[in-house]
């Protein structure tokens, strides 16, 4: 089992910055590194969306949704089990419960597929003001 666990969210102007961060630990047998590791986000009244995902080992490769490219950055510290979101020139259209989620290997459409990640953590709320 991997537990994860998000913070960072809070109330932030539109045009502000703020960095997610996800603390992964538990017993799996597998090395944290070995995750690729998802951002999502659920807006009130609306399904979980896909923000972006970091590549397992060094976090190489990253992919984004549309809608935040240019503005959020993923990033992972394996020495600290972490993975981050930084995201920049916020708008009120970004404000969502944020997660994380563990993903043991992907490929293609899979990365960005929820129900592909199995370990998902409890949400941090992120609200734009304007």
């Known amino acids: 089992q991997v537990q994860l666990v998000e913070s960072g969210g809070g109330l932030v102007q539109a045009g502000g910055s703020l960095r997610l961060s996800c603390a992964a630990s538990g017993r799996s047998g597998r090395s944290f590194s070995n995750y690729v590791m998802g951002w999502f986000r659920q807006a009130p009244g609306k399904e979980r969306e896909f923000v972006g995902f970091?590549?397992?080992?060094?976090?190489?490769?990253?992919r984004y949704a549309d809608s935040v490219k240019g503005r959020f950055a993923i990033s992972r510290d394996n020495g600290r089990n972490t993975v981050y979101l930084q995201m920049n020139s916020l708008k009120r259209e970004d404000t969502a419960a944020y997660y994380c989620?563990?993903?043991?290997?992907?490929?293609?459409?899979?990365?960005?597929?929820?129900?592909?990640?199995?370990?998902w953590g409890q949400g941090t709320q992120v609200t734009v003001s304007s």
């Open positions: 970091v590549s397992s080992m060094t976090g190489s490769t990253t």
């Open positions: 989620a563990a993903q043991r290997g992907c490929s293609g459409s899979g990365c960005y597929d929820g129900s592909r990640y199995q370990y």
